[in-house]
């Protein structure tokens, strides 16, 4: 092996190779402080290319070679301590100050004459980059002055929208920059938000951007609302810097729903009544107005009339046309419009906030259910359906001539119950499915039996009509054959349902296991094989009094792992499933004595970790996924799974150990960093 230590080359000579590798990689850091951390000797940042370089590379083109090149030993990265402002109005210009620390002391022209130039530049997501030259500059301070866009929609990156660049600002990378060639000194983020893109009193008030405020009768955000809105009421933004008495989107004319949003059959017509809030004395004129969101282009609207803090619609006529929103429903969205008094044509209304964000939904009762049980199953706070069985529909009490059934009536129960399937057909645990299967889990709770014995069915899993889970009893005669299942609302046929399918009643049997022996402190996944063992419910295993934490479960396969034993010896394998129990008889798991580690040569690893050493001990082969540890500092870092080589021996990777920068730097051969290492051998831990 070989340095060439003047070109930067490091040649490694082996029997049928020669290796030459390169150890100056400092283009790999795209940052200074990257480059910095990464401690490598050889690197370091230059200022003026703002990279990456050798200090040769740097000091070729630089103003100032000592103070450009900066190493990771003595160097600081120049940053940007301090904005202020961090954030400002896209629409117009103000002055920002800007501090750095870690500044060169010197930025020098060419000739060493005269301070360079400094810029500001803003790149924003769209790519677009303003370099703005510095207004002034002393000693680690920067003035500069924004610059002037018409609004935000230009400057967004394609995968931005306008609403999320309202809402949270537009964050642009804002550089201090020299003028000679670009180069970056330090950056940070500045933020361009746009009042007059807040279109609604609460989105303004809500903003965290000081400078925007409502005008409550020009019905619009603006960042100098006391030059616009001269001798109007305001309501500041919650992020207002002074005093305020209207600070907040809770001090802005608006609507809330007495109920929520609004239920209504299609094609009836029903008054709306809302409550009103922080109207001004002008706003004497109401429209209340609903848009259907599939066909937003038409609006339906009455006049309304204010009294006292509420406001009343006009009797509006509520239907919907087409597929609405594909369940039965059509949702409308929901606005009450207001205007000074004295209507003419030409009169604009403003909306209200609709503070609960209130809608209407309109429904089709035919459509939101198919049958008695999901019809009677509806909200009815939301919902005015009922089942009509001269028509055999879901339908509103007004178009149904007699026989409309409803949650009031009393006794009610759906007729006609049907099983449309169960799952599994085997085992003691059945989820069953199908139509008109009970309105309440009373309806249900003694109605389901499997070969006449009962299925005691689970309130916490039983959904309405729809599905029931219950668990069998063992039947009082072994039954060879498959029986069906039963569910009986009534004593009447009309209320009984009986499957087409037949479910088997079975117990889960083992047909092997391995290993066959581990260690007495546990920690030892068993493999299990056999039939039927996702049978049953409650399932556990245990070997002798020892229980065996269940980790995995199938049809076919079981793997449990091992708790500690009270000594060596021989213990059988017990299955318990739903009170059955089964234990292996053929074979028995031998608990023996715990591994140990007698010594490990040679305990030494570089920081990264991966260094193979040797472990030597006794009955290392019992352990199935022994690891290396190492504690440090109260923390312990993990290394991977070592490999058995055989009951005296594995090979373990030594972890990684994180430490700072500053830690490593003072690390060599000479003054190595000792630490505490140990092993998880199958969860049992040990030092050495």
């Known amino acids: 092996m070989e340095l060439d230590e003047k070109n930067g080359f490091l040649y490694v000579l082996q029997k049928r190779a020669l290796y030459k590798i390169n150890i100056r990689l400092c283009a790999q850091s795209q940052d200074c402080h990257s480059c910095l951390n990464a401690g490598d000797p050889y690197c370091g ?22 103070a450009d090149w900066l190493n990771y030993k003595s160097g600081r990265c120049p940053a940007i301590r301090s904005v202020e402002p961090r954030e400002q109005q896209i629409t117009f210009s103000r002055p920002i100050h800007v501090r750095i620390e870690n500044a060169p002391p010197a930025l020098a022209s060419h000739d060493g004459s005269t301070k360079a130039t400094l810029y500001c530049s803003f790149h924003f997501p769209n790519h677009l980059l303003v370099n703005v030259s510095a207004i002034s500059r002393e000693g680690d301070q920067v003035v500069c002055a924004t610059p002037i866009r018409s609004n935000l929609k230009t400057l967004l990156a394609r995968t931005q929208t306008i609403s999320e660049a309202t809402r949270d600002g537009l964050i642009a990378r804002l550089s201090i920059v020299q003028s000679a060639d670009s180069a970056v000194l330090a950056s940070t983020n500045f933020t361009f938000f746009d009042c007059h893109q807040l279109i609604s009193c609460q989105e303004c008030a809500s903003v965290r951007f000081s400078l925007c405020d409502w005008c409550t009768l020009s019905a619009k955000c603006v960042p100098n609302a006391e030059d616009v809105c001269q001798g109007e009421s305001l309501v500041n933004s919650v992020s207002r810097i002074g005093p305020s008495s209207r600070r907040g989107p809770e001090f802005c004319p608006q609507f809330s729903s007495l109920d929520g949003d609004l239920f209504v059959s299609s094609g009836q017509r029903r008054k709306v009544k809302v409550l009103a809030s922080n109207l001004h004395e002008q706003m004497g004129a109401f429209k209340c107005q609903y848009t259907l969101i599939e066909q937003n282009s038409v609006t339906h609207e009455k006049l309304a009339q204010r009294e006292g803090n509420e406001i009343v619609c006009e009797e509006m006529l509520f239907e919907f046309n087409g597929s609405g929103d594909g369940n039965g ?27 609960q964000k209130m809608k209407v939904i309109i429904y089709r009762c035919q459509q939101l259910a198919t049958n008695c049980g999901l019809c009677l199953g509806l909200d009815s706070r939301k919902f005015e359906c009922g089942w009509c069985e001269n028509e055999g529909i879901c339908s509103p009490k007004n178009d149904c001539k007699e026989g409309w059934l409803s949650r009031g009536s009393n006794n009610l129960v759906c007729p006609n119950p049907r099983i449309d399937d169960f799952q599994p057909q085997k085992g003691t645990k059945i989820t069953i499915h199908g139509t008109n299967l009970g309105l309440s889990f009373a309806d249900v709770r003694d109605t389901v039996r499997v070969a006449s014995a009962k299925c005691d069915v689970s309130e916490a899993e039983y959904l309405p009509s729809r599905r029931i889970v219950c668990y069998t009893r063992a039947p009082s005669t072994r039954q060879k054959q498959g029986q069906h299942v039963i569910v009986r609302l009534r004593d009447d046929r009309k209320y009984t349902a009986v499957s087409t399918q037949t479910f088997t009643y079975t117990n889960p049997q083992i047909s092997s296991f391995q290993p ?43 793997v449990c792992r091992t708790g500690p034993a009270s000594s060596e010896k021989p213990e059988y394998l017990v299955l318990n499933a739903d009170g059955t129990q089964i234990r292996v008889d053929n074979v028995q798991f031998q608990y023996t004595a715990n591994p140990s580690i007698d010594r490990v040569p040679k305990p030494v690893s570089t920081i990264s970790g991966g260094i193979l050493i040797d472990v030597h001990g006794n009955g290392l082969d019992l352990l199935q996924r022994p690891r290396m540890m190492i504690n440090w500092e109260g923390q312990t870092f993990w290394g991977s799974k070592c490999e058995i080589i055989d009951e005296h021996l594995m090979i373990c990777r030594t972890p990684p150990l ?25 969860g049992a831990l040990t030092g050495y």
């Not at 059509?330 to 503070?355: K, R």
């Not at 556990?540 to 980790?551: A, K, Q, T, V």
């Not at 430490?659 to 060599?668: H, N, T, V």
Request: net charge negative; proline share 6%; hydrophobic share 35%.
């Open 516 to 558: 066959f022996r581990g260690p007495k402190s546990g920690g030892t996944d068993l493999t299990i094989l056999g039939m039927d063992l996702d049978s049953g419910i409650t399932f556990n295993l245990s070997i002798g009094n020892s229980p065996c934490e269940l980790r995995q479960r199938s049809s076919s396969m079981v």
């Open 45 to 66: 940042w230059c200022l003026k290319p703002s990279a990456c370089t050798t200090q040769e590379v740097c000091e070729a083109d630089a103003l100032n070679p000592r």
């Open 329 to 355: 429903t059509g949702t409308a969205l929901f606005n009450i419009v207001w205007a000074s008094p004295g209507l003419t044509t030409s009169t604009i209304f403003h909306p209200l906030d609709n503070s």
């Open 658 to 682: 994180e430490l700072s920068l500053d830690r490593r730097i003072q690390l060599s051969i000479e003054r190595p960093l000792r630490v505490d290492y140990g092993f998880d051998l199958d």
